[in-house]
């Protein structure tokens, strides 16, 4: 793909992001940072609110050090897709956003996360509430495939021993599964087990359940990849509707979709073997795909490597 095409997915109608949701200026954020040289910008130097950011975010496995130095701020109310080849570390990433990277064994993070200006790795911080706030979505939908539809929804607030009566139950169920797109397929089932739903279904179902909980942030890990093509289309128009009300990062390997549903790209690599991933740019999408600042970037996003 040369770099107009790449400019194209921009532009075509059918997957060009609406205008009416880009930013009205470039936020100035939107620094090009590599190997955390740069700093981040201080909060008031961003363009709008923002519930979270990261500054210099290291991963390892052991010793195998996996992310570095990322820098990068999540805007209120937009998508921000991370790209970039296999193994970049960018699951790793999204898992530190709401500490799960710490749950594999010999894991661990440095470096900051502010989800509302509070670190996410400070002392005082709660995993359970932080993972409340920050809800995760992943590759191969995975609802509890022999508990009823409605259970599925309600499994996160009994875990963190929500308390609630049957009316408040019932709208919960119905108001999650309506904002998942889901409730008008399963209305008439909600006590079938989930595992009989389709795939696409069952992934809708798993953001219900994320969404169940009242997340402030939502991250989701390449979650179209086992669905087809127009079960894809379905959760990508649901993530730009959620994101007018949750903030959203998003892994994809697909350049198609990261034009589609996100306002900023991030785009990550390894620059030689061996070598942690590294945040390369950053920017608002069309900019990344129109006008790439790094050759690794365009590279990249017209398909010539990765
Ligand atoms: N559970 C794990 N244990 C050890 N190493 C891992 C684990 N998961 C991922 N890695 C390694 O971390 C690096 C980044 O992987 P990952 O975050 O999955 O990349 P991406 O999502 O960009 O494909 C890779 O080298 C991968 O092999
Ligand atoms: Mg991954």
Request: charged share 25%.
């Amino acid at each position: 793909m040369s770099t107009r095409e790449a400019r194209s997915i921009m532009e075509d109608p059918k997957v060009a992001t609406d205008d009416s949701r880009a930013p009205a200026a470039p936020p100035t954020q939107v620094t090009v940072t590599a190997g955390g040289t740069s700093p981040v910008p201080r909060a008031d130097e961003v363009a709008g609110p923002h519930p979270m950011l990261t500054r210099d975010l290291n991963a390892y496995f052991g010793s195998h050090h996996v992310v570095e130095g990322v820098n990068l701020v999540f805007p209120s109310n937009t998508v921000t897709a991370l790209i970039g080849p296999s193994g970049c570390g960018k699951s790793t990433f999204l898992r530190c956003l709401n500490r799960m990277h710490e749950l594999i064994p010999g894991a661990r993070a440095t470096g900051d996360v502010e989800l509302h200006g509070q670190d996410i790795y400070g002392k005082d911080a709660d995993p359970v509430a932080v993972r409340r706030a920050v809800g995760m979505v992943f590759q191969r939908p995975n609802p509890f495939p022999t508990k009823s539809i409605a259970d599925n929804v309600l499994a996160g607030p009994k875990f963190m021993r929500v308390k609630m009566g049957r009316d408040g139950r019932d709208e919960l169920i119905e108001r999650t599964l309506r904002g998942a797109g889901l409730w008008d397929e399963v209305k008439n089932r909600l006590d079938a087990p989930a595992g009989g739903l389709s795939g696409g279904q069952q992934q809708r179902l798993c953001i219900a359940r994320a969404l169940a909980v009242e997340p402030d942030v939502l991250l989701m890990d390449e979650p179209c990849s086992a669905l087809d093509p127009q079960s894809t289309l379905r959760v990508e128009d649901l993530i730009r509707e959620l994101s007018e009300r949750l903030t959203i990062v998003i892994v994809t390997h697909n350049m198609q979709q990261a034009a589609r549903v996100s306002e900023y790209t991030a785009f990550f690599t390894i620059e030689e073997e061996g070598q942690p991933g590294r945040l390369i740019e950053t920017g608002p999408t069309r900019e990344i795909f129109g006008n790439p600042q790094n050759p690794r970037t365009e590279a990249y996003v017209t398909g010539r490597f990765g």
